[in-house]
């Protein structure tokens, strides 16, 4: 397959590729099920922007996770209160 049908396959397919990378990187850090695995819902969007390195979408998330996990980390390690699990 050449260059420019492997792009327009992906252009084709970009809103459900994203989605599953999302989806995957959502489900390691489930807080619901005590899944607070960063580095891999860091990695499933890492992956994601291999194909898309200019989604805005991706860009969000992945600043998302950051967010959240520099907030758990807080919490975790805050002297006065418990850690969330």
Do not use: W
Not at 21 to 46: C, H, M, P, Q, V
């Amino acid at each position: 397959m050449d260059a420019d049908t492997r792009q327009l396959i992906l252009d084709d397919a970009s809103k459900p590729v994203i989605h599953y990378f999302e989806a995957n990187a959502e489900e390691a850090i489930d807080s619901s099920r005590a899944r607070y695995e960063f580095g891999a819902a860091l990695k499933e969007i890492d992956e994601a922007s291999l194909y898309y390195p200019d989604s805005g979408e991706l860009a969000v998330e992945h600043l998302s996770i950051v967010e959240r996990k520099n907030t758990y980390a807080s919490k975790a390690t805050a002297p006065d209160k418990p850690v969330c699990r």
